[in-house]
């Protein structure tokens, strides 16, 4: 599956390591693509989200959800409220998560139930250690995502180990 060219994808941000992942995506995808940045709010203030979208020179986020802190069941339930109803009112052809907070895994998870494909940046990554929320996030994200973009050898080896179809696997 792919998306063609002048469709529109979105790209999830939630904390700080992703704004430094997906900056550089943006840049490049706006240039075949109508991209959309949206901001889930998980990090909020300024020295957590807003020096970032200055000192990498990306544009305002289209979208704050503005979902904040609190528990992982309030977090992840915040975005998936916000996340679905401005999906259902402004369609996408694709959304682009990246890494394991609990932003990534809400965002998977209503784009899955909403059938838009899901492209994760920082697939395959593992720690084994199932007491991390992180833990769950990475795995659980990689089972929704038509698309696994992964960062070393490992991580590929961990996605088909786990019966991931290694055409849905790219290493970048």
């Known amino acids: 599956m792919a ?3 002048g469709k529109q994808i979105s790209l999830v941000v ?3 390591p992703n704004f430094m992942k997906v900056a550089p995506l943006l840049r490049v995808l706006s240039g075949s693509f109508r991209t959309q ?3 889930t709010g998980q990090h909020y203030d300024w020295g957590m989200s807003g020096s970032f979208l200055e000192e990498l020179e990306m544009l305002q986020p289209d979208l704050n959800l503005g979902v904040g802190s609190g528990t992982h069941a309030e977090q992840t339930a915040g975005v998936m409220l916000a996340l679905e109803r401005h999906l259902n ?3 996408t052809h694709a959304l682009v998560v990246v890494g394991d907070v609990n932003s990534t895994l809400a965002s998977a ?3 899955s139930k909403l059938g838009i494909p899901i492209a994760h940046v920082e697939a395959g990554l593992r720690s084994r250690d199932w007491s991390m929320p992180e ?6 994200t990689d089972r ?3 698309w696994l973009f992964t960062p070393s050898p490992d991580a ?3 996605l088909i180990a786990e019966g991931a179809e290694p055409a849905r696997s790219f290493r970048v």
């Open 37 to 39: 940045l949206i901001h």
């Open 109 to 111: 998870l209503v784009a």
């Open 14 to 16: 939630a904390a700080r």
């Open 144 to 146: 929704l995502s038509t």
């Open 135 to 140: 833990e769950v996030n990475r795995v659980l």
């Open 89 to 91: 009112a402004n369609p």
């Open 3 to 5: 998306v063609e060219a």
């Open 156 to 158: 590929g080896d961990n």
